[in-house]
């Protein structure tokens, strides 16, 4: 039975406790990223009132610059990162370069492993219509030996994450992530300031009746991405179909529902994003390593997501995410008529 009083916090001390060698320096940084989601959290609930307030780019009404929410994130996010003694580098859909960290205790070896990546706002689209949106992020061990981190360090494999997570911020506000050890949600209760367990263990149905995808660009996609869809929408009760469709357009809500009911969300390449939309390292290696935890799959539409070797920071690539099957089946359309 899920302890309703289970802080996040609580529950990242306990797992770490599980393994012998750990210096509590991940705990600390998953703690940090948290608090900055908390201050985030704030300022998403007070954006409807920026009209009020002010415009912005404009003067509120205390003579404050009013950020752009998604600048906003990324400030704080980033200063959070920096600051926190544990990363040596961070990387963020919203910088065009790494930001390398001096480390702040030289005396101290063990300090400054990690490297961050993060999408602070993911949704922009939907920012300013008060619709669910989100903050990505993802965790990997630097691969340099000290000082501040470098590029090399920065552009891993998705296999070698070794946390990640993403916090939506909707109706409530939930922080769902991974340290490789199953993919655990937390409700942040606004009154207590904390966020609490809610989900543990959570595991996607291994075949769905949804689909979310920009069916706008249907006309842009392959023959064997058509195909899937047109599948997907006839009548068969011996398969389960037609599928059923939900895209709200913030990567991370359409995440999140799929994994709590099932689904398969799609951004494949079409003939505008020859190489897809979204981004390897900000938005497909995390959700991919938590979809794989919770017992569904990621691919490229052929390859593993998790298996890509990235070339740049900003890379982008198609995705196919969510309940198992639905996903396999995605790669069987794409093998046979493309
Ligand atoms: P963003 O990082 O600029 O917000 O873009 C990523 C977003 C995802 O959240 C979402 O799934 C996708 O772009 C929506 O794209 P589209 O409007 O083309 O359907
Ligand atoms: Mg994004």
Same mark, same amino acid.
């Given at each position: 039975?899920?302890?309703?009083?289970?802080? $996040?916090?609580?529950?990242?001390?306990?797992?770490?406790?599980?393994?012998?060698?750990? &210096?509590?320096?991940?705990?600390?940084?998953?703690?940090?990223?948290?608090?900055?989601?908390?201050?985030?959290?704030?300022?998403?609930?007070?954006?409807?009132?920026? /009209?009020?307030?002010?415009?912005?780019?404009?003067?509120?009404?205390?003579?404050?610059?009013?950020?752009?929410?998604?600048?906003?994130?990324?400030?704080?996010?980033?200063?959070?990162?920096? &600051?926190?003694?544990?990363?040596?580098?961070?990387?963020?859909?919203?910088?065009?370069?790494?930001?390398?960290?001096?480390? $702040?205790?030289?005396?101290?070896?063990?300090?400054?492993?990690?490297?961050?990546?993060?999408?602070?706002?993911?949704?922009?689209?939907?920012?300013?219509?008060?619709?669910?949106?989100?903050?990505?992020?993802?965790?990997?061990?630097?691969?340099?030996?000290?000082?501040?981190?470098?590029?090399?360090?920065?552009?891993?494999?998705?296999?070698?994450?070794?946390?990640?997570?993403?916090?939506?911020?909707?109706?409530?506000?939930?922080?769902?992530?991974?340290?490789?050890?199953?993919?655990?949600?937390? &409700?942040?209760?606004?009154?207590?300031?904390?966020?609490?367990?809610?989900?543990?263990?959570?595991?996607?149905?291994?075949?769905?009746?949804?689909?979310?995808?920009?069916?706008?660009?249907?006309?842009?996609?392959?023959?064997?991405?058509?195909?899937?869809?047109?599948?997907?929408?006839?009548?068969?009760?011996?398969?389960?179909?037609?599928? &059923?469709?939900?895209?709200?357009?913030?990567?991370?809500? /359409?995440?999140?529902?799929?994994?709590?009911?099932?689904?398969?969300?799609?951004?494949?390449?079409?003939?505008?994003?020859?190489?897809?939309?979204?981004?390897?390292?900000?938005?497909?290696?995390?959700?991919?390593?938590?979809?794989?935890?919770?017992?569904?799959?990621?691919?490229?539409?052929?390859?593993?997501?998790?298996?890509?070797?990235? /070339?740049?920071?900003?890379?982008?690539?198609?995705?196919?995410?969510?309940?198992? /099957?639905?996903?396999?089946?995605?790669?069987?359309?794409?093998?046979?008529?493309?």
């Amino acid at each position: 039975m899920v302890n309703k009083f289970k802080t $996040l916090y609580r529950h990242i001390i306990e797992e770490e406790r599980k393994i012998p060698e750990a &210096t509590g320096q991940l705990s600390d940084l998953l703690s940090d990223i948290a608090l900055a989601c908390k201050v985030i959290s704030l300022e998403v609930n007070r954006a409807g009132l920026i /009209d009020i307030l002010g415009f912005t780019g404009q003067t509120n009404i205390q003579g404050e610059e009013v950020k752009k929410l998604d600048k906003y994130a990324n400030e704080i996010l980033t200063h959070v990162m920096k &600051t926190s003694g544990h990363t040596c580098a961070v990387c963020s859909e919203e910088e065009e370069f790494f930001i390398p960290v001096e480390p $702040l205790y030289e005396a101290k070896v063990l300090e400054n492993k990690y490297i961050c990546h993060f999408d602070p706002l993911d949704g922009s689209s939907n920012i300013d219509a008060n619709i669910a949106i989100g903050t990505i992020f993802s965790i990997y061990k630097r691969k340099s030996l000290k000082g501040p981190g470098t590029l090399e360090d920065c552009i891993q494999p998705g296999i070698n994450q070794v946390a990640a997570g993403y916090v939506v911020y909707g109706s409530s506000t939930v922080l769902v992530y991974t340290a490789g050890k199953g993919v655990h949600g937390f &409700t942040l209760d606004p009154s207590a300031g904390e966020f609490l367990l809610s989900y543990e263990n959570m595991q996607i149905p291994r075949k769905s009746k949804t689909y979310s995808v920009n069916e706008g660009n249907y006309n842009k996609w392959s023959k064997g991405m058509q195909k899937f869809i047109d599948y997907l929408k006839e009548k068969d009760d011996t398969t389960g179909r037609p599928y &059923t469709s939900r895209y709200v357009g913030s990567l991370v809500a /359409d995440f999140h529902r799929n994994l709590l009911y099932g689904g398969i969300f799609m951004y494949p390449a079409d003939a505008k994003n020859p190489k897809g939309k979204l981004r390897l390292l900000y938005e497909a290696n995390p959700l991919s390593f938590i979809i794989e935890q919770a017992g569904g799959k990621a691919s490229d539409g052929k390859n593993r997501i998790l298996d890509i070797v990235p /070339d740049t920071l900003h890379q982008r690539t198609p995705l196919f995410i969510g309940s198992y /099957d639905d996903v396999s089946l995605a790669e069987k359309f794409l093998s046979e008529y493309d």
